[in-house]
């Protein structure tokens, strides 16, 4: 019985699956090397702003403090319990500060490595939806420190009983605030989470619109859980997420083709 000769012997060439392999091991050393070099440029850029931020750590903890330092009683004011908090608090006051102004740069790198992968519609959505996550960031940490931070601790100044002086560690208080920095900052990236979960065809706005009873549900949970027992600032939270909700709605109407075409 004789065997039908192999076409890539007679020739002398490789197997179509062996060149296929090392096709491939260059293409993947090749997007190694730009991660590396993506982590690199970020990890330098997040240094840079340290490097800019320490000189004005205890300015920034002192900015940081001005919301619940302006509703203290007279006579009162913040402690430092354990021995080294007064140098580690503001060293990572200035880290954080420093990665979130570093953010828009450290997306960037993120974009510049995935973008060669994308469609050319993907890649005119993606730019928008980073800018917007970014921006409402921001937005939700300057709305938790100009509003919310004071409620909160005017509430919490005016229900401590009489006799009692209200004291509170700095590296505490910083835990504290940072929290309420993320939850409010992720807290508003709603919108932008609801278009992706549209374009990717896991929800659609009418669907959205439809679980509207849940979704206030689910913020008033959220809020409870991620604010202080106060039904102020809890409100401060979901009223803005409600909103934000409708936001997302709409945007992610006008951004689905097939919905877009049906309000036409």
């Known amino acids: 019985m004789h065997r039908a000769p192999d076409p890539d012997a007679a020739t002398g060439a490789p197997p179509a699956s062996n060149a296929a392999a090392e096709a491939e091991e260059p293409r993947l050393l090749d997007h190694l090397i730009e991660l590396r070099s993506r982590l690199l440029r970020g990890v330098l850029g997040l240094l840079a702003a340290v490097l800019v931020t320490l000189p004005f750590s205890h300015k920034l903890y002192a900015w940081l403090a001005a919301p619940l330092v302006a509703k203290l009683p007279e006579g009162a004011h913040m ?3 354990e021995v080294a908090s007064p140098f580690f608090a503001p060293l990572k006051l200035a880290f954080f500060v420093a990665l979130v102004l570093a953010m828009p740069w450290l997306l960037y790198q993120a974009w510049a490595f995935v973008a060669p992968g994308l469609y050319q519609r993907e890649k005119r959505l993606a730019l928008p939806l980073l800018a917007s996550a970014v921006t409402l960031f921001y937005a939700g940490c300057a709305f938790a420190y100009f509003l919310v931070l004071p409620t909160v601790f005017g509430f919490l100044t005016g229900i401590t009983p009489e006799g009692v002086a209200m004291m509170t560690d700095i590296n505490a208080y910083l835990d504290f605030v940072l929290v309420i920095f993320l939850a409010f900052g992720l807290s508003f990236e709603l919108p932008v989470a609801l278009v ?18 849940y979704a206030i549900v689910g913020v008033f949970v959220i809020a409870a859980i991620v604010t202080p027992p106060d039904v102020i600032s809890q409100l401060m939270l979901a009223i803005p997420m409600m909103l934000l909700y409708e936001l997302g709605i709409l945007a992610s109407r006008w951004l689905t083709p097939g919905d877009r075409a049906q309000d036409s």
């Not at 992706?196 to 009873?213: A, D, F, Y």
């Open 79 to 81: 402690i430092a319990v």
């Open 196 to 213: 992706i979960l549209s374009l990717l065809g896991w929800v659609t706005p009418e669907q959205m619109k439809q679980g509207r009873g």
